[in-house]
C-alpha cells in the first residue's frame, strides 16, 4: 500500500527565505508523485508533478522538487518566499493514475513580513 | 472558462437530513471524484466514477451516495446514516481514469446543526 508522510504541520518562514517543506513516501512501485496547493476555502491547484524522466521537477509560481528515490523523498522547494505562498501545500502518491492518489495530511506554510 | 463548479459554497444540515451536494465540469472528462477534507487529515477519497452510469466506492463511502447520469454531472448525497458528516468536501475531475492532472471544484462546506 502507498503512503506519504508530510513532515511538520506548520512550517513558518520570513518573506524572501527559503522554503522547504518535506514530503517522504512509500510505493512498491515507481510512483507518480504531486504537490497541491489550497488557499482558505478554496479547491486544490496543481503546483508540480513527477511521472518520468527528469527527477527536478519545475512547477508554478517558482516551486520545485526534486525526485529522489533512493530516499524515498519529493521535497518541494522555493528559493525565496513571498506572502502569496502562504497556504496548505499537500503532497500525494499514486501509482496508477488519479483514481489511487493517496493524499499526505498536509504542511500549512505561514509567511511573515 | 472551462472548470468545476461545487454548489453551494455553504451548507448546513439538520441531524437526521439527507443532503444533496452539486457538482458540475465543462470539461469534458470522463472521470470524476469526491473527497471529504478534515482537519489535519488530508483528503480521503468517498466515490469515484470513470464513465457514465459507472462508480465505485473509495477510501470512506459509508453514509454517502452518488449518481452519475450525465458525463458532466456527479452529484454527492450525505445520508442520515453518515454519522459525522461535518466536513469540506471536493469534486475534481481529470480526463480519463489514467490521466494524472486533475482539476478541483471550489468546494462546500457542510456542517450539521
Known amino acids: 500500500a502507498q503512503s506519504v508522510t508530510q513532515l511538520g504541520s506548520h512550517v513558518s518562514v520570513s518573506e524572501g527565505a527559503l522554503v522547504l517543506l518535506r514530503c517522504n513516501y512509500s510505493?512498491?512501485?515507481?510512483?507518480?508523485l504531486f504537490w497541491y496547493v489550497q488557499y482558505p476555502n478554496q479547491g486544490l491547484q496543481l503546483l508540480l508533478k513527477y511521472t518520468t524522466g527528469a527527477t527536478l521537477v519545475k512547477g508554478i509560481n517558482g516551486f520545485e522538487a526534486e525526485f529522489k528515490k533512493s530516499e524515498t523523498s519529493f521535497h518541494l522547494t522555493k528559493p525565496s518566499a513571498h506572502m502569496s505562498d502562504a497556504a496548505e501545500y499537500f503532497c500525494?502518491?499514486?501509482?496508477?493514475?488519479?483514481?489511487?492518489?493517496?493524499f499526505g495530511t498536509g504542511t500549512r506554510l505561514l509567511v511573515s513580513p | 472558462d472551462g472548470g468545476i463548479t461545487q454548489s453551494p459554497k455553504y451548507l448546513f444540515r439538520k441531524e437526521g437530513q439527507n443532503v444533496t451536494l452539486s457538482c458540475e465540469q465543462n470539461l469534458n472528462h470522463d472521470a470524476m471524484y469526491w473527497y471529504r477534507q478534515d482537519p489535519g487529515q488530508g483528503l480521503r477519497l468517498i466515490y469515484y466514477?470513470?464513465?457514465?452510469?459507472?462508480?465505485q466506492k473509495g477510501d470512506i463511502a459509508e453514509g454517502y451516495s452518488v449518481s452519475r447520469e450525465k458525463k458532466e454531472s456527479f452529484p454527492l448525497t450525505v445520508t442520515s446514516a453518515q454519522k459525522n458528516p461535518t466536513a469540506f468536501y471536493l469534486c475534481?475531475?481529470?480526463?480519463?481514469?489514467?490521466?494524472?492532472?486533475?482539476?478541483f471544484g471550489q468546494g462546500t462546506r457542510l456542517t450539521v446543526v
Open positions: 466514477s470513470q464513465i457514465v452510469n459507472d462508480f
Open positions: 500525494a502518491v499514486s501509482d496508477t493514475g488519479f483514481q489511487k492518489l493517496v
Open positions: 475534481a475531475s481529470t480526463k480519463d481514469r489514467s490521466n494524472t492532472e486533475a482539476f
Open positions: 510505493s512498491s512501485v515507481p510512483p507518480y
